[in-house]
């Protein structure tokens, strides 16, 4: 039995389905009504990539209708890309379920609680011979007055909400905060976001330098304590404002809505009996194996990185595991990306040491994407840093295809491949990746 259709849990059932001895049966138990495809597909990853696309294209035409390129201004309905994105999403999570239960998985629909090894859905019980708890996260929303008023919302719920605001605030500093921040700012909101201590606090300076260049029509407050939701009066039971406190002076920002991206936590309300660290996290060995034996866990359950690659690669660890075979080994590069105006790609960083590394870096070529903006702001940034014998240890790239670039420079980091070997690349011209360049660069240095 698996628990949870997310990236985790999905997979591995699909994964379990297909190296079943006879006999054996495959249960996933989903319990979100729109189906198959977790947080990623209807809360995180797809939304994200939908708004976003939208985003982008507003800010692109009005750079055009500035140049006289497009000549009438451009308009939108949220309500429509809200409708759109819901009819994407059902057509997915449509094929999701296909693809699943064609490799052999039952499906059961409805909520689980777990007891060790013992699971009740619906009122009936089972007690498989192996259990995956693939149950992931949910957002944090901090203990504060105000926050059952009507206009508060999470990454969960935002989409419940037809209407755009004409001030919101976004609480975190974190990268869903900063997708959600340039998302609705250009969908002409008046955005603030604050956050509690700095943003993207903990990422590369690269990373934040183009983050924040990203976000320059909107306002961040950093350093900041959230005290209270305010309704717009006594007993309204609508937000109005938000109340906090920054080098000890009080100040309320107006906001009719505030959205809660501060960050998530471990959906393991519903287990008991299986051991857990203090925030909630369930504890696995390297075989992802519990506290419990025979009853594993994957994805966001276990705590970060909360990344749905990730939880995939933790979803067919534990199928492996509970099928006797060998585990893939742990990725120990993790690519990452956030997407706003450019896609913000990096892996492998750490603060350089500059007596032991080589580092370059440039702006990001000229491309798809990116062609226009040299008139009004730049075509992003490029930086590639390597050990001095040219083993690649590092990357980060801002551009149309900053994700990508992180993608395939994460593995060629994972496999020791160096600058020199990466230099001899033949790359596809134009695009507006500029990895390639910079290794020819640094294979000269080295």
């Known amino acids: ?58 800010a692109q035409a009005r750079m055009f209708y500035e140049d006289g390129i497009v000549t009438t201004p451009v308009t939108f309905s949220y309500s429509h890309v809200l409708d759109g994105l819901r009819g994407v999403q059902t057509k997915l999570a449509s094929i999701m379920h296909t693809e699943t239960v064609n490799a052999g998985v039952t499906l059961v629909s409805g909520d689980a609680t777990v007891s060790r090894k013992v699971v009740t859905v619906n009122g009936e019980v089972y007690t498989p011979d192996s259990l995956l708890i693939a149950t992931g996260s949910t957002p944090r929303v901090p203990s504060i007055p105000g926050t059952g008023l009507h206009g508060i919302y999470t990454v969960h719920t935002v989409l419940s909400n037809q209407k755009l605001p004409s001030n919101l605030v976004i609480v975190g500093g974190g990268v869903i905060s900063v997708e959600f921040a340039y998302i609705f700012a250009q969908f002409g909101v008046n955005v603030t976001v604050v956050v509690r201590s700095s943003l993207m606090r903990g990422y590369p300076a690269h990373v ?43 100040q309320s920002i107006p906001a009719d809505m505030v959205l809660f991206a501060a960050g998530s936590r471990p959906n393991t309300t519903m287990i008991e009996g299986i051991e857990c660290n203090a925030a ?90 990116s062609f226009w903006k040299i008139g009004h702001t730049s075509t992003g940034k490029s930086v590639l840093a390597s050990q001095k014998d040219g083993m690649i240890v590092s990357m980060y790239e801002s551009s149309p295809v900053g994700s990508l670039a992180a993608a395939y420079m994460g593995y060629l980091i994972e496999n020791g491949v160096t600058v020199q070997e990466l230099a001899s690349m033949l790359e596809v011209h134009p695009s507006p990746d500029g990895m390639h360049w910079l290794a020819k660069y640094l294979a000269g240095r080295v």
């Open 208 to 250: 934040v330098s183009g983050v924040r260049a990203d976000l320059a029509n909107v306002l961040i407050i950093e350093e900041a304590d959230l005290h209270a939701c305010a309704p717009t009066e006594p007993g309204s039971g609508i937000v109005g404002s938000v109340t906090i406190q920054v080098d000890g002076e009080e």
């Open 280 to 369: 909630g996290e369930i504890l696995i060995n390297e075989r992802m194996e519990t506290s419990v034996p025979g009853v594993y866990a994957a994805g966001d359950v276990c705590g970060p990185p909360f990344l749905a690659p990730y939880a995939r690669y933790q979803g067919r660890a534990a199928a492996c595991a509970m099928l006797g075979k060998q585990i893939p080994s742990r990725p120990k590069v993790v690519p990452q990306a956030i997407k706003l105006h450019y896609e913000h790609g990096w892996c492998g960083w750490h603060d350089p040491d500059e007596s032991d590394l080589i580092q370059a870096g440039m702006p990001s070529l000229v491309g798809s994407g």
């Open 1 to 58: 039995m698996v628990i949870g259709g997310g990236p985790a849990g999905r997979i591995a059932a699909i994964e379990l389905a297909q190296g079943r001895r006879e006999g054996e049966d495959i249960i996933l138990v989903e319990k979100r009504a729109a189906g198959l495809g977790g947080q990623c597909m209807h809360a995180g990853c797809m939304v994200i990539c939908a708004l976003n696309d939208v985003a982008r294209h507003l």
